[in-house]
């Protein structure tokens, strides 16, 4: 090992002991939807057709007067994707804390990034 490497070595090792928990999870959660072939939800840009994996953070019935919807907040460790599906008040295995890949044109609402009606693959609980 050269200088350089034992440097950047003991960097990360620093890094990762000074890392609070939230900064350790949005690292691997960013590792996590690169094996995927996720694009990073930070370099998604509106009318783009993207697939973006990461981990729900909320799920949300919203009851409106003429169309329901179901909202989820997913999170890839660089940004928050907002996925709604139009028309439906439950999905079996859309829960916070699971692990999913979502594509479909991305959008903008109220300055969120947001996927309508995505296509979808549930990750097998870990």
Avoid: F
Avoid at 19 to 27: D, Y
Avoid at 28 to 56: D, F, I, K, N, Y
Avoid at 99 to 117: C, E, F, P, Q, S
Wanted: proline share 5%.
């Amino acid at each position: 090992m050269t200088t350089d490497e034992g440097r950047v070595s003991l960097r990360r090792i620093l890094q990762r002991l000074t890392a609070s928990e939230a900064e350790i999870e949005a690292q691997e959660l960013r590792r996590e939807s690169a094996e995927s072939g996720g694009t990073p939800a930070r370099q998604c840009l509106r009318g783009q057709v993207v697939s973006v994996a990461g981990r729900l953070r909320t799920v949300v019935y919203t009851p409106r007067t003429n169309l329901p919807t179901l909202e989820a907040d997913l999170y890839d460790g660089s940004d928050v994707v907002t996925l709604v599906w139009l028309g439906r008040r439950h999905i079996a295995g859309i829960e916070p804390g699971r692990h999913l890949t979502a594509r479909g044109r991305m959008a903008v609402r109220d300055d969120r990034k947001v996927i309508y009606n995505p296509y979808y693959e549930l990750e097998s609980p870990k």
